[in-house]
């Protein structure tokens, strides 16, 4: 269907609430150098060029998603500051107390060169005997 409506602004509120419900601190990550993110600073300390936001209503106020946006104010160093971010800069959505996490697409910053010249074998990484056991 051509005329689709994204899920992802769907996926981001219902699992946000989820959290938010559970006691649990919802976290963006977003693409910081994605075209038209507005964040309140300048010199982003990221890794790979992400920025990782809580969004739980405790730390922000007037969130909205509206037309492809997701909207609201924070407060960063002491002063009130808007928040703009395309629903396209969003990476996924991550709740770190329970390890669940939403990944909305793939980012792979310019800077990691992918070399396969030096693959010696499609084979993974033996990563040793599994850590599993069955619980009954």
């Known amino acids: 269907m051509q005329n689709e409506i994204s899920k992802v602004p769907y996926l981001i ?3 946000r609430s989820w959290a938010m ?3 649990y601190t919802p976290y963006l990550t977003i693409q910081a150098d994605y075209p038209e993110v ?3 600073f300048e010199k ?3 890794k790979d060029g992400l920025v990782t936001l809580n969004v739980h209503d405790r730390a922000l106020k007037g969130y909205t998603v509206s037309e492809g946006w997701i909207l609201f ?3 960063f160093s002491g002063k009130s500051h808007h928040v703009d971010l395309p629903l396209e800069s969003v ?3 991550v709740v770190p107390e329970v390890m669940n996490q939403i990944v909305f697409r793939e980012y792979c910053p ?3 060169q992918h070399d396969n010249s030096s693959k010696t074998s499609d084979k993974p990484p033996d990563r040793g005997k599994p850590h599993l056991r069955l619980v009954e």
Do not use: F, Q, Y
Request: glycine share 4%; aromatic share 0%; hydrophobic share 35%.
């Open 38 to 40: 507005n964040l309140p």
């Open 21 to 23: 419900d559970s006691g």
């Open 44 to 46: 982003i300390e990221s």
């Open 110 to 112: 310019e800077s990691v």
């Open 91 to 93: 990476v996924s959505l």
């Open 73 to 75: 104010e924070t407060r």
């Open 13 to 15: 509120d219902a699992m």
